[in-house]
């Protein structure tokens, strides 16, 4: 029994479970049916009690797939879906790193940002990579607006840090197969990096991103109906 657990029985007033989970109880249950059978007042009650729970159940209905008798906990669509993210995960990061060794981004890279400038003109405004913010970089937020993977910082002004999208290359997979959005043409590599960045153990994985929580918000057709993500 846990010392830390506040549930008290309603039947033994043990501390550590409750009355469903009580085996005093289902002991009492028992004899009393063994003696007097299933009309004893005692135990009618209690199968009555257990039919309603099991009815209840029974009625839940999953608010992911509508399905009954389950909830979002224990729904096998869910975990389909959980693992189609993952699968499409494990190709999108891969095909982000590909991409990132192709443009020779890494810590050190000068970049040309095509911007307002503070003279209220267009033009090509340095910028030095610091480095790459690798858990924003998701299939499910690929087009959110907020996943800017670059870490970068103005070479006028190396202290402060800001989130810059990737340049965009033509004929770039990221582009054409999933409709990225952190990409631009505002943005070019005016001089590589020259090493070759290394994701964190166990980036290429994906096996620890929290695609259970990305779903909440969503129901099986609005991931299969592209709505999702
Ligand atoms: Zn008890
Ligand atoms: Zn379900």
């Given at each position: 029994?846990?010392?830390?657990?506040?549930?008290?029985?309603?039947y033994?007033?043990?501390?550590?479970?409750?009355?469903?989970?009580?085996s005093?109880?289902?002991?009492?249950?028992?004899?009393?049916?063994?003696?007097?059978?299933?009309?004893?007042?005692?135990v009618?009650?209690?199968?009555?009690?257990?039919?309603?729970?099991?009815?209840?159940?029974?009625?839940?209905?999953?608010?992911?797939?509508?399905?009954?008798?389950?909830?979002?906990?224990?729904?096998?669509?869910?975990?389909?879906?959980?693992?189609?993210?993952?699968?499409?995960?494990l190709?999108?990061?891969?095909?982000?790193?590909n991409?990132?060794?192709?443009?020779?981004?890494?810590?050190?890279?000068?970049?040309?940002?095509?911007?307002?400038?503070?003279?209220?003109?267009?033009?090509?405004?340095?910028?030095m990579?610091?480095?790459?913010?690798?858990?924003?970089?998701?299939?499910?937020?690929?087009?959110?607006?907020?996943?800017?993977?670059?870490?970068?910082?103005?070479?006028?002004?190396?202290?402060?840090?800001?989130?810059?999208?990737?340049?965009?290359?033509?004929?770039?997979?990221?582009?054409?197969?999933?409709?990225?959005?952190?990409?631009t043409?505002?943005?070019?590599?005016?001089?590589?990096?020259?090493?070759?960045?290394?994701?964190?153990?166990?980036?290429?994985?994906?096996?620890?991103?929290?695609?259970?929580?990305?779903?909440?918000?969503?129901?099986?057709?609005?991931?299969?109906g592209?709505?999702?993500?």
């Amino acid at each position: 029994m846990s010392w830390n657990n506040t549930v008290t029985c309603s039947y033994c007033r043990e501390r550590g479970h409750n009355r469903r989970g009580c085996s005093d109880l289902k002991e009492e249950v028992e004899r009393r049916r063994a003696r007097g059978g299933d009309d004893d007042w005692f135990v009618a009650q209690y199968d009555e009690r257990v039919a309603v729970a099991k009815a209840r159940r029974a009625q839940r209905t999953c608010s992911f797939c509508q399905g009954e008798g389950h909830d979002r906990r224990k729904c096998a669509d869910l975990t389909a879906r959980i693992a189609d993210m993952h699968r499409k995960n494990l190709l999108f990061r891969s095909a982000f790193l590909n991409y990132v060794h192709e443009l020779g981004l890494g810590p050190g890279t000068i970049l040309g940002y095509r911007r307002w400038t503070d003279g209220d003109q267009i033009g090509v405004v340095p910028y030095m990579v610091k480095n790459i913010d690798w858990k924003v970089v998701n299939w499910h937020t690929r087009r959110d607006y907020g996943s800017k993977p670059l870490i970068t910082s103005l070479m006028s002004n190396l202290t402060e840090s800001w989130h810059l999208p990737l340049p965009l290359l033509e004929g770039c997979l990221l582009r054409d197969v999933y409709r990225a959005t952190f990409l631009t043409k505002s943005l070019t590599v005016l001089s590589p990096s020259g090493g070759t960045v290394t994701p964190p153990t166990g980036w290429l994985q994906a096996d620890k991103v929290k695609y259970k929580k990305a779903l909440k918000p969503y129901t099986k057709w609005d991931y299969d109906g592209g709505h999702a993500f």
